[in-house]
């Protein structure tokens, strides 16, 4: 302790706690990450590397680099960077355009792209799914200007569709709180340098949300390359992505299906990390996500 | 010389609140002018209004004759040097000084406007550098030689060494002077800082209340102010109630003394300066006022009394040694003796009744205090907490 605390004593902080303390403070965090972090990281190596018998193998890994396999990768990374990229296309601008508005529209337009988050994602997919049908209002919509009728689902433009409707709002959240922290002043000064608007954002903003972006990007891409739920309900189980693959893998139940699914999550881990990896080398790393 | 920039009848508010009214102001070229007052006297926004930062509600802006009201000030002549710099931090030192020329000039001829920047500021070499990596010192530099490398007719300057510590700030007032003398552009200079205002400026413009009180070279406003207010910013004053009996006689503290004002009307109320180094202690005898000394601050050039006067403080400053609670005679030449008229400031200001360093942390909008006087948040002009100002509950409790 030093004399300070003991001429201001209301300032007085506890500042270290018995060891025994903390550690029962910290065993249910512990716990946690044990029982569901890492014990099932574990099983996903083990199983991906082992065969029924439980002898080692490479042949789980093998198998998931078959053709048929690859195809579903393949689809999978792409649909999910087509869908990543729009959503940055879509988010970018509207987060510019809310940190111009007054501060109380600010909240309010936050709140209402919040809103939707509220819904569970399953329900929301559903109505995505009720409004693209056949004869769903869209297509009724349409028929109306004498398009149509058009058919939306069983397409990759409607899961990526989904996706984009998803997880958009973890693209705009992101960025927007990165743009609206950008000190004023620095946007005066480059008009002072003789900067326009455009120049200024061009110039100044945009380096400046770098970190933002790069959230928003491993935000929308890492659950949109490992939904299935999105792509099964819209597509009736037609198209399939790595993550229906790995559900319906896991869902039969028996030794040899864990594998194959094992396998597909253990790729799929290391594609997420590869794709983090290479976002966080574009970030400063404050507001983004590290690895 | 020219009037390079005018303001003609200026006013502005925000949400309600008057900063500026009816402002007439102008500034020739080459000149080095400071708008000088406290905080929320109007002198940032003068300057913003100039950078085209602001518009004013009623009023024109005139540079070089021209009415600039509608140009953006990515088009004006005019560049700034911002409070705490602004330096784009994603950019290092070459990049940020070479800013407002990229895409307009040649690459080679970049390279060597900025390295003769660099070499103006001292800052040769610095190029590679990260802007954050600087001391404030260091960024000042960087942010004077960015505004400069366009070849502006007017810099502004908004409190561009506020944040600087003493030592640093007396250098950077003599090499501002000298980039100002050397490359004769026209500077506008924003401070609070009474003394950097009369060692730097070719003109000082005393603003309040978003008002004028007066404009006038150093020495005038200092010798001359022209109210109480712009007698007690600029510089110690002691000031006090008086008539003016005729010319070349006043009277206050019970008896007329000689003076070198007139143009008075005969008994007119007026309030009279006389500055604390301009008093002379005497013994009692000899004294044409006597005081009570009631408090002694050593300065180190001279010592500084507070004195009770009839009730009045007064603050004398003297480099004989006098003690507390002795009683001395005062003595004021006719030369130290200024006659101000009366204006809404008379009455509110001149005593020393309640005079310390604390008071003046006290009074000052800038500074919070917490409970027991420490100094917790120091405001920026635009109300926001800084963010280098240690946190006074967290400071010093670790072990």
């Not at chain 1, 302790?1 to 201001?8: C, F, G, K, L």
């Not at chain 1, 998931?64 to 690859?70: D, E, G, H, M, N």
């Not at chain 2, 300066?273 to 050039?301: A, Q």
């Amino acid at each position: 302790m030093t004399d300070e605390t003991v001429v201001a004593p209301a300032r007085v902080r506890p500042s270290r706690k018995p060891a025994i303390v903390r550690a029962v403070t910290v065993a249910p965090h512990g716990l946690w990450c044990l029982l569901f972090i890492l014990a099932p990281l574990v099983f996903v190596v083990y199983y991906t590397f082992t065969d029924p018998s439980g002898s080692f193998t490479m042949a789980n890994l093998k198998e998931v680099f078959s053709p048929a396999y690859l195809t579903v990768l393949k689809r999978s990374v792409l649909l999910a960077l087509e869908s990543t990229a729009i959503c940055l296309l879509l988010a970018y601008p509207l987060a510019l355009a809310i940190t111009r508005m007054k501060p109380r529209n600010q909240s309010l337009v936050i709140l209402l792209l919040m809103l939707p988050m509220w819904i569970n994602l399953l329900i929301r997919t559903y109505s995505l799914k009720l409004l693209l049908e056949t004869n769903g209002p869209l297509n009724g919509f349409l028929g109306r200007l004498g398009i149509g009728p058009i058919g939306f689902l069983n397409s990759e433009f409607a899961i990526v569709l989904g996706m984009v409707y998803n997880y958009l709002p973890y693209m705009i959240l992101p960025i927007y709180s990165v743009i609206a922290k950008i000190d004023p002043r620095l946007k005066e000064a480059a008009a002072d340098l003789g900067c326009n608007g455009f120049q200024t954002t061009f110039r100044v903003v945009l380096p400046l949300s770098v970190s933002g972006i790069v959230s928003g990007i491993t935000m929308v891409f890492v659950p949109s390359i490992s939904t299935f739920f999105i792509s099964k309900s819209l597509s009736d189980g037609r198209i399939r992505l790595i993550g229906d693959v790995i559900e319906q893998r896991i869902s039969l139940h028996n030794a040899a299906a864990y594998e194959i699914g094992s396998a597909l999550s253990f790729i799929l881990m290391i594609l997420i990390i590869v794709s983090m990896l290479i976002t966080n080398r574009f970030g400063d790393n404050d507001g983004g996500v590290v690895v | 010389m020219s009037k390079l920039i005018e303001l003609k009848g200026i006013t502005k508010s925000f949400d309600g609140e008057v900063v500026l009214s009816d402002m007439n102001l102008y500034i020739r070229d080459r000149e080095f002018v400071t708008l000088l007052g406290p905080s929320g006297c109007g002198k940032t926004t003068t300057l913003r209004l100039i950078g085209g930062f602001e518009t004013p509600d009623t009023g024109d802006i005139l540079f070089d004759g021209e009415r600039i009201n509608d140009v953006p000030a990515y088009k004006r002549q005019v560049n700034t040097v911002f409070q705490r710099y602004a330096l784009f931090p994603h950019l290092n030192v070459f990049d940020n000084i070479a800013f407002a020329l990229k895409r307009k000039v040649p690459k080679e001829e970049i390279r060597t406007r900025v390295d003769e920047m660099l070499d103006m500021v001292a800052l040769r070499g610095f190029g590679h550098r990260n802007v954050n990596s600087l001391s404030g010192g260091q960024q000042q530099r960087v942010a004077i030689a960015r505004a400069l490398i366009n070849r502006p007719r007017v810099l502004l300057l908004d409190e561009p060494l506020g944040a600087l510590d003493l030592k640093l700030r007396k250098d950077m007032q003599f090499e501002l002077k000298n980039i100002q003398q050397a490359t004769g552009i026209t500077f506008i200079y924003v401070t609070h800082d009474q003394e950097e205002a009369l060692s730097m400026s070719d003109t000082i413009v005393v603003m309040q209340n978003g008002k004028i009180q007066q404009i006038g070279t150093p020495t005038d406003v200092y010798n001359e102010p022209k109210n109480a207010f712009v007698a007690d910013f600029i510089g110690e004053s002691n000031i006090v109630d008086g008539v003016m009996r005729e010319d070349y006689k006043v009277f206050f503290d019970g008896r007329v003394f000689d003076c070198l004002d007139r143009g008075f009307d005969k008994n007119e109320p007026v309030d009279v300066v006389i500055r604390p180094e301009d008093v002379d202690v005497v013994p009692l005898d000899r004294g044409m006022l006597r005081g009570h000394v009631t408090k002694v601050t050593f300065k180190g050039v001279h010592y500084e009394i507070i004195v009770d006067v009839n009730g009045f403080m007064w603050m004398i400053q003297t480099t004989d040694y006098v003690g507390v609670d002795s009683d001395i005679g005062i003595y004021i030449e006719p030369d130290a003796i200024h006659i101000m008229k009366k204006s809404e400031f008379s009455g509110t200001i001149g005593d020393y009744s309640s005079f310390s360093d604390e008071m003046d942390e006290i009074s000052n909008p800038d500074v919070e205090l917490d409970e027991h006087g420490n100094v917790i948040d120091r405001l920026d002009s635009d109300g926001e907490p800084s963010e280098d100002e240690p946190d006074a509950t967290e400071g010093g409790n670790d072990d």
